[in-house]
């Protein structure tokens, strides 16, 4: 499928994973406060582009490693915070991120793919038409997320295994920004 197809116009919302996506995903670990936070080369480029491009700009993140008690929400927050800060220098803009702090199969799942995230979005950000979305991410629950809402996929090459294909693959955020 080619993204000249998918008409994306000012109305679309893009939703992004986080570690792997924007910053560099720390593997079998996580990151706990902003001094562990690399941007992967031309993400804040990315961003800044896509911000002009999209009415939405939300990060979604699965962040298990609250509830594995490696780090508080705290913690995540003022990560989220340092990210926004940059992105703003940079000239991009996130309106929000939203994370599930949550283990694997607890009561309360708001992680990906489930679709908890994408609905705290669309109930603070109502404009939002998951047929006019775009879920970029690098993993097999970020790409399901995006197809259980009707979204349009995009992953981020990873070196993990992949069983779930997306509508587009691209190297990185920079190139996924470069095609639209």
Sequence with gaps: M???NWNI???WTLFLDRDGVINQRIMGGYVTNPSDFQFLPGALDAVARCSRLFNRMIVVTNQQGVGKGLMTERNVLEVHA??????HVARG???KCFFAPNLVGEEEDLRKPGPAMAEMAKHEFPEIEFSR???????DSDILFGRNLGMRTVRIKTV??????????CESLIEFAKMI
């Design 133 to 139: 979305s775009i879920m970029v991410g690098d993993t």
């Design 82 to 87: 340092y990210m926004c800060d940059e992105i």
């Design 9 to 11: 116009d000012r109305s």
């Design 93 to 95: 803009r996130i309106d």
């Design 2 to 4: 080619s993204i000249e």
């Design 160 to 169: 993990e295994p992949i069983s779930v294909e997306a509508d587009l693959t």
